[in-house]
């Protein structure tokens, strides 16, 4: 396999993957598969983050074994610091989320499909300043690590992944959270944080209890 064939084979495979992570994410498809197989209702959150993990595996190798040649090598003074601040910024970031709920594992624990099913905005310190910062991280991470052909490739595909996949995602917090969620958006960048669209800790406080519009 020449070298235009394996990138864009790599490509194909990441935008595979996007497209049926959102395809499996969205309503539609989960009351389908619910009522396909309603083993699933209490269990599809734990279902989908499994699904999510196996299949990542198949781009992932594809990618590895075609690692292309050398592109840019960046400094450890800027590469150290970003990893560190990814996984900090990950691990601290998980003490606003319970970890049982966005597993999957309550759910299926109790055979209940809203044991976890959120009343409330949540928000953590991050989001004050984006909207998406588990994404912005992993982001963070991508475009900071060492760039072969073939990573670059995949790292471009994730990213349009991302910012077009966060958006979709935003239209199932703005059902949920009405004009809580859009005074939200107006004020909070996405995945890019931006001079002077910081929430304030009272903006983020008032946000964070609102109610479901529902």
Request: contains cysteine.
């Amino acid at each position: 396999m020449n070298s235009t064939i394996h990138l864009a084979a790599i490509v194909l495979a990441w935008t595979l993957y996007g497209l049926i992570h959102s395809w499996v994410a969205g309503n539609g498809m989960k009351q389908r598969l619910i009522r396909r197989w309603p083993v699933l209702e209490a269990g599809y959150r734990l279902f989908y983050n499994l699904q999510a993990t196996l299949l990542s595996l198949p781009p992932l190798a594809l990618t590895w074994l075609y690692p292309g040649p050398p592109l840019w090598h960046w400094p450890a003074l800027i590469a150290w610091p970003a990893l560190l601040v990814t996984v900090a910024g990950f691990i601290w970031s998980m003490r606003w989320y319970d970890g049982m709920d966005f597993l999957g594992l309550r759910q299926w624990r109790q055979h209940d499909p809203h044991a976890a099913y959120r009343e409330t905005l949540i928000l953590s310190p991050l989001h004050r300043c984006v909207r998406h910062p588990w994404y912005s991280l992993g982001l963070l991470y991508l475009w900071t690590r060492d760039l072969n052909a073939g990573w670059l490739a995949a790292t471009i595909t994730i990213t349009l992944y991302l910012a077009i996949g966060s958006r979709l995602e935003e239209r199932k917090l703005v059902a949920l959270f009405g004009d809580a969620y859009r005074r939200y958006q107006a004020r909070v960048p996405g995945l890019i944080p931006l001079p002077g669209r910081c929430l304030s800790q009272a903006e983020l406080d008032d946000l964070s209890g609102e109610k479901r519009s529902d």
